[in-house]
């Protein structure tokens, strides 16, 4: 690890860097603690270039924190819908309640009082607090990570919350008291654009002097992260109920993927090899009759990759002759919904493909 580096040559680099190069993103134009949270939390493992028409969506939609938290959990869902990791925006919804009901509706000021909101951890607190009001606290994030490994020739594994402390600390060494939140952007943003994961532009990179990585032929070994666990597989079968033009749909419950976002019928197995006669007995013995001969196999499998699960997905429409019975619906917690009412339902992007394909929707 490299030692004798000046931190004030390092920030001011990246500062002068930044004015130079930074891009125009309408979260940066603002102090408006409720904009920049949104933004982060819209963020948080997503590209910028996917995130923004979310950012102005959600902006537009429910310009104060308020509006947000008065909002039904549903259309919040909606909003969010194709972004992924709806965690995020169930706590964003809780948020929003937790600063009106608790806070006035006034944002906390503090780095120490944001990380108490809940889905704020270390770096979007650090982040809130440093550009909305200009604390001095450093931001970690991926790209953070990156560009101090590289600099000052951190080797400790990234992907260890241990190793946090040690670039925490490098961080810290480097931020400005006088402007805090344009280094952390700096920071970010040349991570984001100049000293990138795959391919650096080490060339004309104002920081090559002092850079370990670079100076040392070990820009494509750092940062260290460790890989990740491989994928689970899972394997769905999807029941589309149709009955008079309406279809029979579900709100996911807590513990799994997709909690409060809307789907089908669902039984999963172990392969996709089961065939309809195991599954024509899986739904019987729901107390759903459907006989082996009306599930017909799909000719396409969905594929749908999460951070941590690769789905495989069969849809199966069955056309029913009579509404499903009242014991039924009770006990599989199935409503019939018109198309209508679909479209405005809060669902997985994998549920609005099938939708799409299927032509029940068309307006996605
Ligand atoms: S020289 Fe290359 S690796 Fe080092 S900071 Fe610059 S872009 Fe990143």
């Known amino acids: 690890m490299a030692t004798t580096i000046d931190p004030k040559f390092i920030s001011s680099s990246l500062i002068r860097w930044y004015g130079q190069h930074k891009r125009a993103l309408p979260w940066r134009d603002t102090r408006n603690p409720y904009y920049i949270w949104l933004s982060e939390i ?8 996917q995130g923004l028409p979310y950012y102005l969506k959600f902006v537009e939609t429910y310009p104060t924190v308020q509006e947000l938290a008065a909002a039904p959990e549903d ?86 919350p241990a190793s946090r402390k040690t670039f925490q600390a490098i961080a810290d060494s480097l931020i400005p008291a006088d402007a805090p939140d344009t280094f952390n952007q700096a920071i970010m943003e040349f991570g984001a654009i100049q000293c990138t994961p795959l391919m650096p532009d080490c060339l004309f990179c104002p920081l090559q002097q002092v850079c370990f990585a670079f100076n040392h032929g070990m820009v494509q070994e750092l940062p260290v992260k460790k890989k990740a666990k491989a994928a689970q597989p899972r394997f769905f079968h999807y029941f589309v109920f149709r009955h008079q033009g309406q279809y029979y749909m579900r709100k996911r419950l807590a513990g799994d993927i997709w909690q409060g976002l809307y789907d089908f019928y669902l039984f999963e197995s172990t392969d996709k090899a089961t065939q309809p006669a195991e599954l024509a007995k899986e739904l019987q013995n729901s107390g759903l009759e459907v006989q082996e001969e009306q599930i017909q196999l799909p000719r396409k499998d969905y594929k749908h990759v999460l951070s941590h699960q690769k789905i495989t997905a069969r849809f199966y429409l069955i056309e029913l002759e009579s509404r499903l019975r009242e014991e039924i619906t009770q006990e599989t917690r199935l409503a019939a919904f018109t198309t209508a009412e679909i479209e405005a339902l809060p669902k997985p992007v994998l549920i609005s493909s099938y939708l799409k394909d299927a032509g029940i929707l068309v307006n996605l």
Do not use: C
């Open 42 to 49: 819209i963020l948080q493992q997503t590209r910028v270039a």
């Open 75 to 160: 259309d919040v869902l909606r909003l969010w819908q194709g972004l992924g990791y709806y965690s995020r925006a169930r706590n964003m919804h809780h948020t929003s309640r937790q600063v009106v009901q608790e806070h006035n509706s006034i944002f906390p000021d503090s780095y120490a009082q944001l990380l108490r909101l809940r889905g704020v951890g270390s770096y979007t607190a650090a982040a809130i607090a440093s550009f909305a009001f200009q604390e001095k606290v450093a931001v970690l994030d991926g790209n953070v990570f990156r560009v101090l490994a590289r600099i000052f020739g951190v080797a400790d594994d990234i992907a260890v």
